[in-house]
């Protein structure tokens, strides 16, 4: 009896082995190493999965793609300082056959336009311009500065830390949009539904702008901030924590639905906007 239990267990894990042997072997580890010159550009668009940009060593783009099966291609080209990979799906594919992961490194000065429906694409510490599009997929971008930021996405969140000097633009369907310590002459949030957190200090003359249809506001800000601010959400209720210096507006500034004024110098313009969505202005 012994001797049957013991085999039916070993069979069992034999064919449990077989299956995770079958699965890894369908990965398949592809490099690309691209010799640049100062400002390169990469170009990747990916149906399905994620991609990460890192800054690595300079004059060297190093492209890593995992690829899950046969029903996806690598495809790359070149024109002198701008490179361009792309997923390529074949007959069959689907979010699982046709998923590549990519892992890249790129010169701190490079720029990027990322592309990806499906999977997580983070950025981070580099100064080049980058370009996010994605429809569920999630956007993480961190520590870089003095770079235009422009991402566009249906409805996958976003997360921004530390951008500094940077040329922010975000226009999101129904995705929650969350900056902290993102500061710089444009910073501007559009979101049709989703929530938009801000916790920063609004820097030194700049124009931020954060507005949401539906979706709820809230702004937090040291106490030493210098902002003119103008808040208002027609439906929805608008709370302020900081003391005003008032300030003329085309519109009436009704408690609970709407306020303006400025705080400390006013060295940056901060508007707060929602049709039906609840607004914050928080202190820290």
Known sequence: MYYKQRTAALAVTT???????????????????????????ISIINQYGPISVKSGPK????????????????????????????????EGADANLGRVDYEVQIPADASVSLHSATGLIHV?????????????????????SSTHVHI?????????????????????????????????????V????????????FGAGGEYSL????GDIEATAPSYA???????????KVINDFVLQ???????????????????NAASSVKLLSFSGRIHLKKR
Not at 247 to 255: L, P
């Open 15 to 41: 064919v449990l082995l077989f299956f995770v042997v079958l699965a890894s072997g369908e990965t398949t580890r592809k490099e690309y190493r691209f010799k640049v010159g100062r400002r390169a550009s």
């Open 59 to 90: 004059k060297q783009i190093l492209v890593v793609a995992v690829i899950y099966s046969d029903k996806v291609e690598i495809d790359q080209s070149r024109s002198g300082n701008r490179l361009a990979v792309a997923s390529h799906l074949l």
């Open 124 to 144: 981070e510490k580099i100064r080049g311009d980058i370009e996010v599009e994605g429809n569920t997929a999630n956007v993480d971008v961190r520590d870089v």
């Open 152 to 188: 566009k996405t249906l409805n996958g969140a976003v997360t921004l830390a530390n951008l500094r000097d940077g040329h922010v633009e975000v226009t999101s369907v129904s995705g929650d949009v969350a900056m902290t310590a993102v500061n710089g002459p444009l910073v501007h």
């Open 190 to 201: 559009n979101s049709s539904s989703g929530k938009i957190h801000y916790d920063g200090d």
């Open 211 to 214: 507005t949401s249809h539906t």
């Open 226 to 236: 210098s902002i003119d601010v103008v808040a208002r959400s027609v439906m929805g």
């Open 246 to 264: 008032p300030e003329h507006t085309a519109f009436a500034a009704i408690a609970g639905s709407a306020f303006a004024g400025t705080i400390g």
